[in-house]
């Protein structure tokens, strides 16, 4: 029953902003960890962001500086605020949740949102 949805991707040119949203629904009260993740085309995925139930977040190396996460628990949504980007960050974004704690800026995820495309051209 728990849904995770995303949405805010788009096109953007190279140094441009975005922000992403994600809805939670269900029975979430118990994540230990939320966060972000992204797949380029024919790559594996991998996080990006994550921020825990104490709020501590953490950051790929790639995007520290230039994307924040963080939370609205009153409107059960997750955001990622993409700054600076850059033609690398080209990729197909998932929010993410996980009943155990966040490891760095990854996570034991139990549940996946459908992905919102993320294209950046230079």
């Known amino acids: 029953q728990v849904k995770l949805e995303e949405s805010g991707g788009g096109s953007v040119q190279s140094g441009g902003s975005l922000r992403l949203s994600c809805q939670v629904s269900?029975?979430?009260?118990?994540?230990?960890?939320m966060g972000w993740f992204h797949q380029p085309p024919g790559k594996e995925r991998e996080g990006v962001a994550t921020i825990d139930v104490d709020g501590r977040i953490s950051y790929a190396d790639s995007v520290k500086g230039r994307f924040t996460i963080s939370q609205d628990t009153a409107k059960n949504t997750l955001y990622l605020q993409m700054n600076s980007l850059k033609p690398e960050d080209t990729a197909m974004y998932y929010c993410?949740?996980?009943?155990?704690?966040?490891?760095?800026?990854?996570?034991?995820?139990?549940?996946w949102g459908q992905g919102t495309q993320v294209t950046v051209s230079s």
């Open positions: 269900g029975n979430t009260y118990s994540f230990g960890c």
């Open positions: 993410a949740a996980a009943y155990d704690y966040c490891s760095g800026p990854s996570a034991p995820v139990d549940y």
